[in-house]
């Protein structure tokens, strides 16, 4: 491992011809790094830039000047380029061994990290599947960063791992929960009146997993395993409703890979001790959902046809999701004794104009296939599909569209020929 300033470091002379430059999502973005190899882009020859859900300001749609995009995600700000990218689908389970087999285009990796007192240093905020990333670069540069929380487990990583270590910076991207809406607030009662007691719970980020944590304050003894945990977390815990105690595994630990929040919940993931970092070949693993006590994962959808499938990618032409841990966590509620997986969303568009529930998906991309879908929820009611015909299918999630759109909705059922009993 050798050190440089960052006034130092020349990207021009670290990368080859036709390099793929990597850096963790969300959090973990390095922005000082990621920020002077943008900078020197112009004099770089044929980079590429691989990226998942980012939410800073490092990705514009004029990149492509310099750059080849490679995209894992279309959410955050990577919307911004998805159009002149080109899209990698994935799911989260099978990202890592993807990445060590040099299916993904990566040579270069950036990261963040903190020195840990034993020894080591510490990625901090993400574990997900950083550390794949980090063992298949040729090069690994990391950037010093004392603001991040002393975490261990799969977020920590050997000097050996790092060849180059830049002196340091102390920013990091905050990720505050967005405020709910009076609808997604309704949609979210609807859903934690689903949700028992004692239960597992898996919740993403964004406005209704927002939304949702809020109508779960009164519940009792929930344990929390996702994939990313945002401030509400901290709410949680605080509130005594998260406990972690009736897990059948992990017990008395939240478990997730990345740490998507503010200053708040990284101090309360450092200092509790209560928060276990782990890789995705572990937090989106059916084989550990089947360990899960009563695990209901609660995820979102732009769109879902009466058959039941879900779209959660593309909306209006745009690609604005992923398919990432979505499929993982819908198998793993289903996988787990007394679960249950929820696809929850709106019943329309904020201007209620358009039905979420539509006739057909068309050309638009099945995310989630029909056969894999549990338990549907919007603010008119509940949907459970699993075990259902496909008449049946119809008519409950008609019971769970809004009123206003039920009407052509089963005409358009109807009129392509699809029997509705």
Excluded at 52 to 67: C, G, I, K, V, W
Excluded at 172 to 194: G, H, K, N, S, Y
Excluded at 228 to 233: A, G, K, T
Aim: proline share 5%; charged share 20%.
């Amino acid at each position: 491992m050798r050190t440089i300033s960052l006034a130092q470091l020349q990207f021009v002379d670290l990368l080859d011809p036709g390099d793929v430059v990597a850096w963790p999502q969300g959090p973990g973005e390095p922005l000082a790094l990621t920020e002077r190899l943008v900078a020197q882009g112009a004099e770089l020859k044929n980079p590429g830039l691989l990226f998942a859900l980012t939410e800073s300001d490092t990705l514009r749609p004029e990149l492509r000047e310099h750059f080849r995009l490679f995209a894992l995600n279309g959410a955050g700000t990577s919307r911004r380029v998805t159009a002149v990218a080109e899209l990698i689908p994935y799911q989260l389970s099978d990202l890592c061994p993807m990445i060590r087999g040099g299916q993904l285009p990566m040579d270069v990796m950036l990261i963040q990290v903190r020195p840990l007192p034993q020894g080591g240093y510490t990625l901090g905020v993400v574990s997900d599947f950083t550390r794949a990333l980090i063992q298949r670069a040729r090069i690994v540069i990391a950037l010093l960063n004392p603001a991040l929380p002393l975490m261990q487990g799969d977020c920590r990583v050997d000097a050996e791992d790092i060849d180059w270590l830049v002196d340091g910076d102390t920013r990091l991207i905050d990720m505050p929960d967005p405020q709910p809406t009076a609808l997604e607030r309704e949609v979210a009662r609807r859903v934690a009146e689903f949700v028992p007691d004692r239960a597992t719970v898996q919740l993403g980020i964004g406005t209704l997993p927002a939304a949702v944590a809020q109508a779960l304050h009164q519940h009792r003894e929930l344990g929390v395993h996702s994939g990313v945990v945002s401030d509400v977390l901290v709410d949680l815990v605080e509130r005594g409703v998260v406990t972690n105690a009736h897990k059948g595994v992990d017990v008395g630990r939240t478990v997730t890979g990345g740490l998507f929040g503010t200053q708040r919940l990284r101090d309360f993931a450092e200092r509790s001790g209560l928060v276990e970092m782990r890789s995705v070949e572990y937090t989106h693993q059916v084989a550990t959902a089947k360990t899960l006590a009563r695990f209901h994962t609660i995820n979102s959808a732009i769109e879902m046809d009466l058959w039941g499938q879900a779209n959660s990618e593309v909306a209006g032409g745009r690609y604005l999701g992923a398919i990432g841990g979505l499929l993982d966590f819908v198998r793993a509620g289903t996988a787990s004794p007394g679960g249950h997986s929820i696809i929850a969303f709106s019943s329309t568009t904020p201007d209620g104009k358009h039905s979420r529930i539509v006739a057909s998906l068309g050309n638009r991309p099945v995310t989630v296939p029909r056969v894999e879908v549990d338990v549907v929820i919007t603010e008119q009611g509940v949907a459970q599909l699993r075990g259902c015909s496909l008449q049946e299918r119809a008519r409950r999630l008609l019971a769970i569209a809004h009123p206003d759109h039920r009407e052509a909705l089963a005409r358009g059922w109807r009129d392509a020929g699809h029997m509705n009993g």
